[in-house]
């Protein structure tokens, strides 16, 4: 959170039991000032839900002040508490507690233009999953007299909007420094793909309930939660990933947290587009 995200945001967030099932949207208003000593306030306005689930009972306004400490985030309460990190320009990943809710969370943004950003996370209750989000939050433009709430629309398998899509992958060291950016392509092949720029390849096969994942060198699980495709494979040598996809229209957005023995290794920020 730069001055980038400075400013009000209207966010929808799609709300998703462990399974998978969908539960409803929640509607956010968000804001975000700058405070004389640096540090960020942030505002949350959480609007009436029409569905059943403890999420919905979300409602009403919440505060905490955002410390920023070189790439660390310092979320210092009162109403959410807890740290996150940036991985390059426009992405963060965090974790912490909101008390007075009663729910500890994980999250990530990927801001993917100037008034536009993937975000989304995970709600728990101790370490039992109550949620899991993907949403949208788009700026509230002053020139624009009525309102309307970003929407996740269209198919959720990527292969329904194209064969093949091409972009970058932007990898970072554990530090969160820059390693390279590169040319990236993924062509879809019934429930699978295969990423050129990894000479590798994903298939995806239905047992009853999570997706089992396979690749050359790694084998896992992976569920589906509306248009986020989220998995956690292992491979040899004590290799772990952590890897989640988010299908934003006509945009791509993949998120991967490489570990070894536990210890993070590298991240990797994908952003494709149809070719």
Same mark, same amino acid.
């Given at each position: 959170? +730069? ?8 966010? %929808? ?11 409803? *949207?929640?509607?956010? &208003? ?32 919440? *505060? ?8 660390? /985030?310092?979320? $210092? ?11 390059? #320009?426009?992405? $963060?990943?965090?974790?912490?507690? @909101? ?6 969370? +994980? ?18 209750? !101790? ?19 009525? #309102? ?13 909007? %194209? !064969?093949?899509? /091409?972009?970058?992958?932007?990898? $970072? ?10 040319? !990236? ?65 006509? #945009? ?5 947290? @490489?570990? &070894?023995?536990?210890?993070?290794? /590298?991240?990797?920020? $994908? /952003?494709?587009?149809?070719?």
């Amino acid at each position: 959170m +730069t001055s980038a995200f400075l400013g009000a945001w209207l966010v %929808s967030e799609y709300v998703y039991d462990p399974d998978g099932a969908f539960a409803g *949207v929640v509607r956010q &208003r968000r804001a975000l000032t700058r405070l004389e000593n640096g540090d960020l306030r942030v505002w949350q306005s959480c609007e009436p839900c029409d569905f059943e689930h403890p999420l919905a009972r979300r409602v009403g306004e919440y *505060v905490f002040d955002l410390r920023i400490e070189g790439r660390a /985030r310092r979320y $210092l309460g009162p109403d959410v508490v807890g740290s996150g990190l940036t991985w390059g #320009e426009g992405v $963060l990943t965090g974790r912490g507690l @909101w008390p007075h809710f009663g729910h500890n969370f +994980t999250s990530f943004s990927v801001q993917t233009s100037a008034e536009r950003q993937v975000t989304g996370g995970k709600f728990f209750s !101790a370490g039992a999953m109550v949620a899991n989000i993907v949403g949208l939050a788009e700026l509230k433009r002053e020139d624009v007299k009525s #309102e309307a709430w970003p929407e996740l629309k269209g198919p959720l398998w990527p292969g329904e909007v %194209s !064969a093949v899509w /091409r972009g970058t992958v932007r990898t $970072l060291s554990a530090e969160g420094t820059v390693i390279a950016e590169r040319v !990236a392509e993924r062509r879809y092949s019934g429930s699978g793909w295969a990423d050129a720029h990894d000479a590798d390849s994903v298939r995806l096969q239905e047992n009853g309930g999570p997706f089992l994942s396979f690749s050359k060198n790694m084998q896992g699980l992976a569920r589906r939660y509306g248009w986020m495709l989220e998995g956690e494979m292992f491979g040899a040598g004590g290799v772990r990933l952590e890897w989640m996809d988010v299908l934003d229209g006509a #945009e791509l957005i993949g998120l991967r947290r @490489w570990q &070894r023995d536990e210890a993070m290794t /590298r991240v990797e920020v $994908l /952003r494709l587009t149809p070719a």
